[in-house]
């Protein structure tokens, strides 16, 4: 008898982007970039390095599950504590929410070509997860709306989008939302919200506090915190006092907690890291286009490039490696013909496109 379950056996896990040091050590290259994450190309949030400094002199004592950001986090949405849930990033809280509401003959509904990480929470749960075609790299909500059973439980959809950098807009939210029964629970993924937060089409999810909705956002993105693990969610209070039941009782850390109310008030940082992006964003937008690539425009910190074949793109991320710059191939996100580059800052993009303007040039001589 196997000690796991057939789901589990043939599980692939998460594969993160290559870390720097890997590649520095197979390739002896100093001169790394990193794309392949969305990481924050300035680093962390020095306001949130200084609070973890400063609260790590009582870790012999266990953290308080994260009370003190959910207090800062309801203060500053105008939230009751008992809407607000924290965890060591928000993919902590998205695999709650999977072990918390589903049952074993119940199914999670999203797209085709979304975040990883809950196709890999989902399969390890064993359930049935139906996926929907992307529309033009966009959530076909009413394809999605379509596709809803008296089964289906957890609707996950990632606005603005990860892998695709598109958004769906208020006007698709509100329709889609008219044909969500109410067994069925929406996550709203809003890891890069603080970069599409200017768009006026972009629903943010604090006008929509439905009672089946929960929202979960990130401090590892705009605030360069994804090393400390911190992340928070919102919802209705049944359904956070549900997730807390199952939740870990620890976590979040006290330091990654102490790093989360330092970075809600580290404003100077959240300016610098999005206006960087936008720079970046028109920058590489324009050169990727100059060298002939099909690109989706973003409303995120990343770009999704569609080449021709899984073939090509395995042969573009191998390339760029030899050349010290590591991007993220798509293919465990259901988008095998297409790659993932996140936005650096202006010498990163600069040495990425040079590294491409290289790679393509060797394709056109050896095909
Ligand atoms: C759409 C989306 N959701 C969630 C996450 C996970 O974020 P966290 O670091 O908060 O767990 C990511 C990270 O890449 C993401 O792209």
């Known amino acids: 008898m196997p000690l796991v379950p057939p789901y589990i056996e043939t599980l692939e896990p998460y594969k993160p982007g290559k870390p720097i040091r ?3 050590e197979e390739l002896g290259l100093t001169d790394v970039v990193k794309l392949a994450s969305n990481e924050n190309p300035l680093g962390p949030s020095p306001l949130a390095v200084e609070a973890v ?3 790590c002199s009582e870790l012999q004592l266990y953290p308080n599950g994260g009370l003190d950001l959910r207090q800062v986090l309801a203060e500053r949405f105008h939230l009751k504590i008992g809407n607000v849930i924290t965890g060591s990033g928000s993919e902590s809280i998205m695999s709650n929410i999977i072990r918390t509401f589903l049952a074993d003959n119940e199914e999670v509904l999203t797209s085709e070509g979304t975040f990883v990480g809950l196709y890999v929470l989902a399969r390890s749960r064993g359930v049935r ?3 929907v075609p992307l529309r033009h790299y966009h959530f076909d909500l009413p394809a999605i709306a379509r596709a809803i059973t008296e089964k289906t439980k957890i609707i996950y959809l990632a606005n603005p989008n990860n892998p695709t950098g598109t958004l769906f807009t208020k006007k698709e939210f509100d ?8 067994h069925a629970l929406i996550i709203l993924d809003e890891a890069y919200f603080e970069y599409a937060a200017a768009n006026p089409e972009y629903p943010d999810s604090m006008e929509y506090r439905y009672d089946n909705v929960i929202t979960l956002r990130t401090f590892s993105k705009v605030y360069g915190l994804a090393g400390m693990r911190i992340g928070y969610g919102f919802a209705h209070d049944e359904l956070i006092a549900n997730l807390l039941k199952v939740k870990l009782p620890f976590e ?5 907690q102490a790093a989360g109310i330092a970075a809600l008030d580290d404003n100077g940082f959240l300016a610098r890291a999005v206006a960087i992006n936008t720079e970046g964003k028109v920058f590489l937008g324009q ?3 100059n060298l002939g690539l099909e690109v989706v425009p973003t409303e995120a910190n990343f770009f999704l490039v569609s080449l021709e074949s899984e073939q090509e793109v395995q042969r573009m991320y191998d390339a760029l490696l030899q050349l010290g710059v590591i991007i993220r191939p798509l293919r465990a996100f259901g988008l095998p013909h297409c790659l993932r580059i996140t936005i650096g800052t202006q010498a990163q993009n600069e040495k990425l496109i040079h590294a491409l303007r290289v ?9």
Request: aromatic letters at 2%; charged letters at 20%; proline letters at 12%.
């Open 22 to 24: 890997e590649l520095q």
């Open 53 to 55: 400094r400063n609260n």
């Open 129 to 131: 997860m139906v996926t």
């Open 175 to 182: 329709l889609f939302m008219k044909s969500v029964p109410s």
């Open 252 to 256: 979040p850390s006290t330091p990654a």
């Open 287 to 289: 050169a990727l286009e």
């Open 359 to 367: 790679v393509l040039e060797q394709s056109k001589v050896e095909p």
